[in-house]
């Protein structure tokens, strides 16, 4: 029983922690319409430089701020080359995360440990040190998810907040109100990729660990949580979105988790993540022929 509980808190604690991408991949997929496969590159960039500040001695909780300051770096390059430099949307993506995958070895190499003596988030929380690690994981991860979804939840009524769901329904009105469709697609973009590396950074805080290859296929991931949640909770008119893609992402995890349990081998993982995100797309795009159709 007890095995069985630690694994649920475990896996739910993994879903909070990759909420965080995933509300950046819903920024970018669902209120932009854009493709964004800077996610890739953004996520892996912020457990890099995490890794390598904890390595050094930085406070962890600063490492957060760094990983959120690079990640908007990557979400802005992403978005001039599309906006100023005329380039398309998906090719735009592609450039910055192939460029990243480069920076990301130069700056944590293929791979690097934070040793098991560096402080991280989840071993300095105040007035928690004498619970175990496995539930001060859960409470941290669940602060963050809860307190960064209601930060955006806010966001999304101020103003920028309006022109960034504008841009991504009509262009034409954010041009009407005298602003600049461009920037403020990408402020969004900037945003969004924030978010990815912040989740990439507690990633690298929670494993002690960074590794190049970690970014791959995360934004099939953070694809499948927004479409999970946004299609359970469709008809739910007061259930935020936020909330939805928080609660898709513990479910896919949970179902990630299930296929482990099964026996799948650890270098399948990526298989079942991707047949995943088809049968998600499959059932989500029946769904919603069925209720054009009604």
């Known amino acids: 029983m007890n095995e069985f509980l630690e694994l649920c808190v475990g896996t739910i604690t993994q879903g909070f922690i990759y909420a965080l991408l995933s509300y ?18 953004s996520f892996p960039l912020g457990a890099a430089v995490t890794g390598v500040l904890l390595v050094k001695g930085v406070n962890p909780y600063l490492t957060l701020l760094a990983a959120l300051a690079v990640g908007a770096m990557a979400g802005f390059m992403t978005g ?20 990243l995958f480069s920076i990301n070895l ?17 071993s300095v929380v105040p007035g928690m040190q004498d619970i175990p690690l496995l539930y001060r994981k859960f409470v941290v991860s669940l602060v963050l998810a809860v307190g960064m979804k209601f930060v955006l939840d806010w966001y999304m009524k101020t103003k920028n907040g309006l022109l960034l769901r504008a841009v991504g329904d009509n262009e034409t009105l954010v041009t009407t109100l005298a602003k600049d469709k461009g920037t403020v697609k990408i402020i969004g973009l900037v945003i969004a990729n924030a978010l990815v590396a912040l989740s990439g950074a507690v990633v690298c805080q929670e494993q002690r660990a960074f590794s190049s290859t970690m970014g791959t296929g995360q934004v099939v ?17 007061f259930f935020k979105a936020t909330s939805a893609v928080l609660i898709g992402s513990i479910l ?17 993982l990526k298989l079942v993540t991707a047949v995943l995100f088809l049968i998600v797309l499959v059932l989500g795009n029946r769904q919603k022929g069925g209720a054009d159709h009604a």
Do not use: E, W
């Open 252 to 268: 896919y995890k949970f179902c990630i988790q299930i296929a482990i349990s099964l026996g799948l081998p650890a270098n399948l």
């Open 106 to 122: 130069q700056i944590a190499g293929s791979n690097l440990a934070v040793d098991r003596g560096i402080d991280t988030i989840f």
């Open 80 to 99: 001039y080359i599309h906006v100023r430099l005329k380039v398309r949307d998906l090719l735009a993506g592609i450039i910055t995360m192939t460029a």
């Open 24 to 41: 950046g991949v819903y920024i970018t997929y669902k209120i932009l319409d854009f493709p964004d496969l800077t996610v890739d590159g």
């Open 221 to 237: 991931f953070g694809l499948a949580t927004v479409i999970i949640g946004t299609t359970l909770f469709r008809k739910m008119s």
